[in-house]
């Protein structure tokens, strides 16, 4: 099967789509512009699609480029059969390959290489074969160096038993080399098989705990349970082993190899046992292990970069001036005043925990903050001394109602990774006569106001919303990730003329240079006007242009058109279509106009104008839709960050109590809601549906507002149990 059918079936679309995308891919064009602005060609293939489309393509490729490699070789060593290189051209993966190519891979130094050098082959096949009738000692003893012969000394052979031996290693390492064996192997240890874990001291406390006495076969362990005891290994609080059906798998291979009561049977079944148990055992651990990791890290890669996309596309909190507030003890809580565009007006720290306690000269600063910058919100941390900071919070809030009249609320933001912000490159040149321990808090407060925009400037990895993120294979990660940003960021579109180069460098066909070269220019010659001024920009070129113009946004810019997600090609289209109901691109702008304009959008009939446009029916719906809202911030729809005036304390908690929360996580086991107290809840997947549920990620996503129903307090370890069957 080839490429093209390969992907056609595995992500069941047609073979025409493939080609098709393909050759896009191959021309050089984005994901994020493919998914968008060539939807006739691909047939509408979503950005998701289109990765997993592009990482398989890539996989596929080098796995026929392997393949030739390995046909190539076994055909020099004079060694390939037409039955090998069918074997070769129908193998499915990287792993099947190799398992072909391993009886003709040039070898290491092992009992076997040595055996052969020692000439024993020979006695090896007399024995494989098991026809010979003169008794194997006789046999043997041919092979035999003799004394007086002037032999390389690794070359001896010192005695029949040392003669035997050696046919022996020959024949236990051919044994293990036999894919057919392999295979079969693999299937049954896949099928039967159990990871069992052992604690390597039971009495240590640690939170592997649940794995020092744990088994489970290894077709049903979930990634997040490969992913734990693989990390209780690495640490060494456990030993793990897989359990194989051992007596099945000698049996397998003693059938095909042993042919009826012979004087050699009792040799090879000590070859074949040796052979299982010294090369084919370990090496099929070694496989099973990397393959369930590779399938784990893949699984875990895919739900770190799902929950990432949803917290990048968290609503924005616009037009509010936020205090952003970095929960501390001892070096004291940091506060940071933004305005409404991000700038920043003020800083200072405070001392309202312990050991301090100065609550009184803290509230006295807080509210001099929210008098003297009309502040609305506070944006608090969810580090460490959280909950003792919104409680102080809570309490400056009502003093701000009773002696200013001020209504403020708060909102308890994600802080992960800001710590890795304020110590950047890119925070020094942002702030570079601010204190790195104050960055933080403007990191906060900005990430209410507008999370995407504030996330893109942090390394994807530290966002804090994965499952064991630091166990994956990184370089796959950032790639996977980088994909997520990209796709969020292009999804919402990107104001050209207040864009930080992090988020600029996330567009598609903009690099981190050009992203720069774009902040140069505007600085330079003032605000940009319109999309194809882009083209002035050193090393933007053409094709770069293609790729990024539709996703820049230009407001109060020449062309009406550019506050819009409307390519550039597709300008003239869009203006006729205004024509063809009576407006113009310039009545967009104008909210009275807007409103009949939407109207009779409604009304088109999508295939008849299409043809009249000249344009495809997928493109032109999105055209419609892009005119009936332009400007529009895909974000808004998304749900709002809950806003408190007050805190809840975990001794105010209670079974059966009602409560609503924010999705923080979701993970193979379930989702952490934030319910306000210090540590989020957690619902296990058996809680989160009255019906059964295979992915949580198909009930909720990172950023959901959920009502739960606590049903299980820990009081020790300040756990709190929730459920989502209310």
């Known amino acids: 099967m080839n490429i093209i059918q390969e992907l056609a079936e595995e992500l069941t679309i047609k073979t025409s789509q493939v080609e098709k995308t393909i050759n896009l891919i191959d021309e050089g064009n984005t994901i994020p512009f493919i998914a968008r602005y060539r939807k006739e060609v691909t047939g509408g293939l979503s950005d998701e699609v289109l990765r997993t489309f592009g990482e398989r393509l ?4 080098n796995l026929e480029t392997r393949k030739s490699e390995v046909t190539k070789s076994i055909e020099e060593q004079g060694k390939l059969t037409e039955e090998i290189a069918k074997e070769i051209e129908n193998a499915k993966t990287l792993s099947e390959v190799e ?3 391993r009886p003709y891979k040039p070898k290491k130094k092992t009992r076997a290489t040595i055996a052969k050098a020692k000439g024993l082959e020979p006695l090896a096949n007399i024995i494989w074969e098991q026809k010979e009738t003169r008794p194997i000692e006789e046999i043997a003893k041919d092979f035999v160096t003799s004394v007086d ?3 390389e000394k690794d070359k001896i052979v010192v005695d029949i038993s040392d003669a035997i031996n050696g046919a022996l290693d020959i024949i236990a390492e051919n044994i293990s080399d036999n894919a057919k064996y392999r295979k079969n192997i693999k299937r049954i240890c ?4 159990i990871i069992s874990t052992k604690g390597t001291n039971v009495e240590e406390k640690s939170s592997y705990e649940m794995y020092y006495d744990y088994a489970e076969n290894v ?5 997040h349970r490969i992913l734990a005891i693989n990390r209780g290994e690495k640490e060494e609080f456990l030993k793990v082993k897989i359990d194989k059906p051992e007596e099945k798998i000698i ?20 070859a074949i046992l040796d052979s299982w148990k010294r090369l084919i055992e370990p090496s099929i651990d070694r496989e099973i292990r990397s393959d369930l990791t590779e399938k784990a890290e893949e699984k875990a890669i895919k739900v770190f970069g799902k929950n990432a996309k949803q917290l990048l596309l968290g609503a924005p909190i616009k037009n509010l001036t936020v205090i ?3 929960p501390a003890y001892r070096t004291g809580c940091k506060i940071a005043v933004i305005d409404e565009t991000g700038k920043l007006l003020a800083t200072t720290t405070i001392y309202p925990t312990e050991p301090q306690n100065d609550v009184e000269n803290a509230t006295k600063e807080l509210l001099n903050l929210i008098k003297k910058y009309d502040v609305n919100m506070f944006a608090i941390g969810n580090g460490t001394a959280s909950r003792e900071s919104e409680q102080f919070v809570s309490e400056v809030i009502k003093k701000a109602k009773e002696t200013l009249g001020k209504d403020v609320l708060y909102a308890i933001v994600s802080e992960a990774g800001a710590s890795v912000y304020s110590a950047s490159k890119l925070a020094t040149e942002e702030y570079p006569d601010v204190n790195v321990s104050l960055r933080g808090a403007i990191s906060i407060a900005r990430r209410l106001q507008d999370p995407l925009a504030e996330l893109v400037k942090i390394d994807p990895k530290s966002i804090g919303v994965g499952q064991y993120q630091h166990d994956v294979d990184q370089k796959k990660l950032s790639e996977s990730l980088s994909g997520v940003v990209e796709d969020a960021v292009n999804k919402v579109g990107v104001d050209v003329n207040t864009a930080t180069p992090s988020l600029l460098s996330y567009v ?3 690099n981190k240079t050009v992203a720069n070269n774009i902040v140069k220019y505007r600085d330079e010659n003032g605000k940009i006007k319109e999309r194809k001024e882009l083209l002035k920009v050193p090393k933007l070129g053409k094709n770069a242009y293609e790729q990024c113009a539709g996703f820049i946004r230009i407001f109060d810019g020449k062309n009406p058109l550019e506050v819009t997600g409307v390519h550039p090609e597709s300008y003239e289209v869009a203006e006729n279509l205004l024509k063809t109901i009576g407006y113009d691109k310039a009545d967009i702008k104008d909210e009275n106009k807007l409103k009949q304009i939407r109207e009779k959008l409604k009304e088109i009939n999508i295939e008849k104008t299409a043809k009249e446009l000249k344009i495809g029916e997928l493109s032109l719906k999105d055209i419609i839709s892009e005119l009936s809202k332009p400007g529009r911030d895909p974000r808004e729809e998304m749900p709002k960050p809950i806003l408190r005036a007050d805190i809840l304390k975990f001794e105010d908690l209670q079974e059966n109590q009602i409560l609503t929360g924010t999705v923080r996580n979701v993970t193979d086991f379930g989702a952490f809601v934030d319910i306000g107290v210090k540590h989020d809840g957690l619902v296990h997947i058996s809680e989160l549906s009255n019906s059964f549920v295979k992915n949580p990620s198909d009930i909720v996503q990172v950023g959901d507002i959920v009502k739960v129903k606590v049903i299980g307090i820990d009081k020790e370890r300040q756990k709190v149990k929730l459920s989502m069957k209310i």
Do not use: W
């Open 324 to 326: 952003g507030f970095d």
């Open 58 to 61: 890539t996989y596929l490729r």
């Open 219 to 223: 077709n049903k362990m979930p990634s």
């Open 190 to 193: 896949y099928r039967e098989g």
């Open 149 to 151: 012969n002037t032999v």
């Open 99 to 101: 398992d072909i190519y």
């Open 508 to 510: 598609a066909g903009i």
């Open 251 to 270: 049996n397998l291979i003693e059938q095909d190899v042993i042919k009826g009561k012979t004087q050699f049977t009792e040799y090879l079944q000590n």
